[in-house]
């Protein structure tokens, strides 16, 4: 099976508060994108896997996500939880040029 | 030669020859004097020698020769081949391999018995001459030759080691000062009462002690010549001692892949995750648990022997209790068990006789001796050390315990609770889970709860949690992040305020950077609300330390949305602000009105982008119904209209919450006034509860609460006026404020420090800081801005906004 993947213009940089994060809904898919202090930008799943707490409200602790329900933590490149029983949730590449954000989601 | 008899004699190697290894190598020969074909590796340069006499060398009241256990010749008759001053530095498990300098040797068997090497704090100036650590042989004797003609020396460590180092420096006529970072002496055995009176008596002895002190710095150029402390005072010093703990040797096993946590892990039969490899000593972490104290490991090597030689194939170890008797010439002192490891439901007896310095302590749990430490005079301590080693019952009379020990009897069952009883209701976390965890080397607190988040909800059940650590694993490891303000910060409250005081250190982030070791959600809640109370209007707020509720001024609900609480001061509401609420409901819309448990309007269930419009509809100032600050004034009807009431309770309950509206605490505050004894606003299970007497006064009470823990407030004092109500009120919010530690309620900070000393702080002034809480009142009161207001003035992008909707890109 082969992935089509699409380059999305996201936002400009200035939209994303430093150290936090912003949801937005890309093709219906909710994804929360978060700017690091260091200057990274994360784009992992809008929706916490545990009981569907909103990821973009929750805090960016260096590089990882923690939900705002009940703290689970997710790896802000891998999307990798934290916690054993917990699956991870589904990180995007990003890029940012020329003060412009641009996520890679998958078409289908 | 012996091996070409016997050529197919197991061959056992051993790595390290101190007191475990030493110890090991009597055990096998006695239980099968020709089983193996023995190896020994020792770095240091001698045969085996009794380290924990090392400290009479250092004295003078013995000679090096005296401490030897087994001389060269021990080795020799036994057929052991010992390999002195050889450092093993790799091992082949595929090859079944020990490789040292310029050599190696088979094994069949492998044993670690490595030790541990000391801690030596990341503090500038620790390279210098005239600085030790004190562990072997040789640090006894390069101490004692440079203590030679010196006048000074500081001993960084006030725990048993460093006790004895500093009496063994004093027979070398230098003048001793002990500096040790906890409030009190030996900190990990003994409680605050015990640790003076220790202060005490060494203070006698000639030894100067130094609690509660942060050595920041080591002076000097070549030699060592002062110490610096976090608080910028600087004492002079000829050489330093340091005896700030140990870390085990683990680093070999750890490369040659044995599964190692703080040491190597080891199960009931001493054997690591490699079936020919064993461990014992200080080396090895078995059910969690380090044991840096030589009766442990006795027990650890005797198993060990019993399974290596098959004697017993099935011995088990299963942990040791840790009980102790101080060295130091002129100190009385055993210790047994964690005596600060006080549980509510604990009884503490305790005897003390000032004049000759005794002071004994006993801690009972389940009716037996679960920690003990006694100070001047040991007469009980035998006893006492049998009953808490038999875990067996105490006499019924307690006092027996000191005066004439009981007799054992049969031993009391463990809590045996099912495995899947819930223990944390947060999170839904069993009893099985937690064990699990426990057996896996989680022995503290905030380890179970990382590994299984258990008590990293509310917190109450945090002491349940602690009781399954110690039935488990025998004992809750000492934990020094138990005393730090936060995680992330390896500091206590009072360094961390002078770290940042001294440093400017304004936002979260310059602390964490300067001072953290790490970072967590928490943590930086927490920094934030403290930063926020010492700089007032110069702390530089970060939205990206504040959790989600403090960054849009509303409480995030299990969908997304949000609830809005309106201020309602005192509870008193009028028919134009109930209007006003119900077509704010209606027009957004809201699911749920609810009335909450203080007296006031939730409106549940708006979304986040409504929650500026529904701001500026009501007009009203916020609820603070989310954050770890003053929420709710609860009141009762009092004498406005109640047939009982004797004082204006509401009038007090408005000027209260208007006054603190906006203080923030290191957890929630709640108060209450209840307009007489009948007390209807529950003023007796609130942070500060007050009701008016019949006499016409109000009694101000404090320390209670009705939540996850119910606790009756304890009385702090009466007052006759308003005014002298409020002002003791403040002046208890705000020494809460700045001394309780990150999410500590009134409910843990009022008993941990005693309702007396709080009276005495509070009411009394006697330590003379009443003025200046009053002042920081003031201050707190005028730095008061509304939140809600940021509904004009978003302070970030997106503050206050829903997910933004992006199209895909048609192709
Ligand atoms: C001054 C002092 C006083 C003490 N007083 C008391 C007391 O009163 N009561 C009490 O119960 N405990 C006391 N202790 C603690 C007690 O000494 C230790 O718990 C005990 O020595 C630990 O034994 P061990 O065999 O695990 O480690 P050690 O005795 O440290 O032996 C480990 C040995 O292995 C060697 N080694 C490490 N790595 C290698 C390698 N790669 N190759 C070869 N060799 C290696 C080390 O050099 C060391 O000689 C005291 C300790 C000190 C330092
Ligand atoms: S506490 Fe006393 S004054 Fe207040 S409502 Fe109850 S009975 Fe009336
Ligand atoms: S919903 Fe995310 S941690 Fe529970």
Same mark, same amino acid.
């Given at each position: 099976m082969t992935a089509t993947v699409t380059r999305v213009q996201l936002c400009t940089l200035a939209d994303l508060p430093t150290g936090l994060g912003r949801g937005f809904e890309v093709g219906g898919r909710p994804i929360a994108v978060f700017l690091g202090r260091e200057g990274q930008v994360f784009a992992v799943d809008g929706k916490c896997p545990h009981k569907s707490g909103p990821l973009a409200d929750g805090m960016l602790i260096g590089e990882q996500v923690v939900c705002p329900l009940h703290a689970f933590r997710f790896d802000g490149n891998s999307g990798a939880c934290d916690q054993e029983s917990v699956c991870g949730i589904q990180a995007y590449a990003t890029e940012v040029r020329d003060g412009t954000v641009f996520v890679t989601v998958p078409l289908s | 030669m012996i091996r070409a008899l016997h050529p197919q004699k197991p061959k056992l190697v051993v790595i390290g020859n101190g007191m475990a290894g030493a110890r090991l190598l009597e055990d096998v020969l006695a239980c099968d004097p020709s089983r193996f074909d023995i190896t020994v590796f020792g770095d240091e340069p001698y045969g085996n020698y009794n380290r924990i006499l090392l400290s009479n060398v250092l004295n003078g009241t013995q000679d090096a020769k005296e401490i030897f256990l087994n001389p060269l010749a021990w080795y020799e008759e036994n057929g052991i081949t010992l390999h002195a001053g050889k450092r093993v530095t790799k091992i082949d498990r595929e090859a079944k391999l020990v490789?040292?300098?310029?050599?190696?040797?088979?094994?069949?068997?492998?044993?670690?018995?490595?030790?541990? *090497?000391?801690?030596?704090?990341?503090?500038?100036?620790?390279?210098?001459?005239?600085?030790?650590?004190?562990?072997?042989?040789?640090?006894?004797?390069?101490?004692?030759?440079?203590?030679?003609?010196? *006048?000074?020396?500081?001993?960084?460590?006030? #725990?048993?080691?460093?006790?004895?180092?500093?009496?063994?420096?004093? %027979?070398?006529?230098?003048?001793?000062?002990?500096?040790?970072?906890?409030?009190?002496?030996?900190?990990?055995?003994?409680?605050?009462?015990?640790g003076k009176v220790l202060g005490q008596t060494i203070a006698n002895l000639g030894i100067k002690a130094r609690a509660g002190t942060v050595t920041k710095e080591l002076l000097g150029h070549m030699n060592v010549t002062g110490v610096k402390f976090a608080d910028g005072s600087e004492i002079p010093a000829d050489m330093v001692v340091i005896s700030a703990g140990i870390r085990p040797n683990s680093e070999l096993a750890k490369e040659c892949g044995i599964t190692c946590d703080k040491a190597i892990v080891v199960d009931d039969q001493l054997r690591t995750n490699d079936p020919a490899v064993f461990g014992v000593g200080e080396c090895v972490q078995h059910n969690g648990m380090i044991y840096g104290l030589v009766a442990p490991l006795w027990e650890q090597t005797k198993v060990l022997a019993k399974v290596l030689t098959g004697a017993d194939a099935t011995a088990t170890y299963t942990g040791s209790k840790i009980a102790t008797k101080l060295k130091v010439m002129g100190v009385e002192l055993a210790s047994m068990g964690r005596i600060n490891d006080l549980q509510p439901t604990d009884e503490v007896v305790q005897f003390s006789e000032p004049a000759r310095q005794v002071y004994w302590k006993a801690i009972i749990r389940d009716g037996k001796v679960s920690a003990a430490c006694l100070l001047g005079d040991l007469a009980p301590a035998d006893d006492l050390m049998r009953l808490f080693h038999a875990g067996a019952p105490v006499p019924d009379r307690r006092l027996e315990l000191f005066f004439t020990a009981g007799s054992a009897k049969k031993e009391v069952s463990l809590a045996d609770l099912p495995d899947s009883h819930q223990i944390c209701d947060c999170n839904g976390v069993c009893k099985g889970t937690i064990v699990t965890a426990i057996k896996g080397?989680?022995?503290?607190?905030?380890?179970? /709860?990382?590994?299984?988040?258990?008590?990293?909800?509310? @917190?109450? !059940?945090?002491?349940?949690?602690?009781?399954?650590?110690?039935?488990?694993?025998?004992?809750?490891?000492?934990?020094?992040?138990?005393? &730090?303000?936060?995680?992330?910060?390896?500091?206590?409250?009072?360094?961390?305020?002078?770290?940042? *005081?001294?440093?400017?250190?304004?936002?979260?982030?310059?602390?964490?950077?300067?001072?953290?070791?790490?970072?967590?959600?928490?943590?930086?809640?927490?920094?934030?609300?403290?930063l926020k109370s010492i700089w007032g209007t110069e702390y530089i707020d970060e939205r990206d330390s504040r959790f989600i509720n403090d960054r849009v001024h509303a409480n995030i609900q299990k969908d997304g949305t949000f609830s809005v609480i309106p201020r309602i001061y005192g509870g008193i509401t009028t028919a134009e602000?109930?209007?006003?609420?119900?077509?704010?409901? *209606?027009?957004? +819309?809201?699911?749920?009105?609810?009335?909450? @448990? #203080?007296?006031?309007?939730?409106?549940?269930?708006?979304?986040?982008?409504?929650?500026?419009?529904?701001?500026?509809?009501?007009?009203?100032?916020?609820?603070?119904?989310?954050?770890?600050?003053?929420?709710?004034?609860? %009141?009762?009807? @009092?004498?406005?209209?109640?047939?009982?009431?004797?004082?204006?309770s509401t009038g007090l309950g408005i000027d209260l919450e208007k006054r603190?509206?906006?203080?923030?605490?290191?957890?929630?505050?709640?108060?209450?006034?209840? /307009?007489?004894?009948?007390?209807?606003?529950?003023?007796? =299970?609130?942070?500060?509860?007050?009701?008016?007497?019949?006499?016409?006064? &109000?009694?101000?009470?404090?320390? #209670?609460?009705?939540?996850?823990?119910?606790?009756?407030?304890?009385?702090?004092?009466?007052?006759?006026?308003?005014?002298?109500?409020?002002?003791?009120? @403040?002046?208890?919010?705000?020494?809460?404020?700045?001394? +309780?530690? &990150?999410?500590?309620?009134?409910?843990?900070?009022?008993?941990?420090?005693?309702?007396?000393?709080?009276?005495?702080?509070?009411?009394?002034?006697?330590?003379?800081? !009443?003025?200046?809480?009053?002042?920081?009142?003031?201050?707190?009161?005028?730095?008061? =801005?509304?939140?809600?207001?940021?509904?004009?003035?978003?302070?970030?992008a997106g503050q206050f906004e829903d997910t933004k909707r992006v199209p895909l890109p048609v192709l």
């Open positions: - | 490789y040292a300098e310029d050599f190696s040797v088979e094994y069949d068997y492998l044993v670690f018995a490595t030790g541990s *090497k000391p801690f030596i704090p990341p503090i500038p100036g620790t390279p210098l001459h005239g600085v030790f650590a004190f562990r072997t042989l040789d640090d006894c004797r390069n101490i004692a030759e440079y203590a030679k003609g010196r *006048k000074t020396a500081v001993v960084i460590g006030g #725990g048993l080691l460093g006790l004895e180092a500093a009496k063994g420096l004093m %027979t070398h006529n230098v003048e001793v000062t002990v500096v040790e970072m906890s409030p009190w002496l030996m900190s990990v055995q003994l409680d605050e009462a015990g080397g989680k022995c503290t607190v905030p380890a179970v /709860g990382k590994a299984t988040r258990a008590g990293t909800g509310c @917190g109450s !059940c945090k002491t349940l949690v602690k009781g399954l650590i110690e039935a488990v694993a025998g004992g809750v490891k000492a934990d020094p992040s138990e005393s &730090w303000f936060v995680a992330a910060v390896p500091l206590d409250k009072p360094s961390l305020v002078a770290e940042v *005081k001294a440093r400017g250190l304004k936002s979260v982030s310059a602390v964490l950077r300067e001072l953290g070791a790490g970072d967590d959600e928490k943590s930086r809640n927490g920094l934030a609300s403290m602000d109930l209007i006003k609420i119900g077509h704010v409901a *209606k027009k957004y +819309a809201v699911p749920m009105v609810k009335f909450t @448990g #203080g007296q006031r309007i939730d409106l549940l269930g708006i979304r986040k982008e409504d929650l500026p419009g529904v701001w500026a509809d009501l007009g009203m100032p916020s609820g603070h119904a989310y954050t770890k600050a003053l929420r709710t004034v609860k %009141t009762c009807v @009092g004498s406005e209209f109640c047939r009982y009431g004797t004082n204006d603190f509206q906006g203080f923030e605490f290191p957890a929630k505050v709640k108060l209450a006034v209840s /307009g007489c004894p009948r007390n209807c606003a529950e003023s007796t =299970v609130k942070d500060v509860g007050v009701i008016a007497t019949e006499g016409g006064e &109000w009694e101000v009470s404090v320390g #209670g609460a009705a939540g996850a823990h119910v606790r009756k407030t304890e009385v702090l004092c009466r007052v006759t006026t308003k005014e002298d109500a409020l002002r003791v009120i @403040g002046r208890f919010l705000i020494y809460y404020r700045d001394n +309780a530690k &990150w999410l500590e309620r009134t409910y843990d900070f009022v008993p941990r420090l005693g309702i007396e000393k709080v009276r005495e702080i509070i009411v009394n002034d006697a330590l003379g800081i !009443c003025a200046a809480l009053d002042v920081e009142v003031e201050k707190t009161v005028a730095a008061y =801005v509304d939140p809600w207001l940021e509904r004009d003035q978003p302070v970030y």
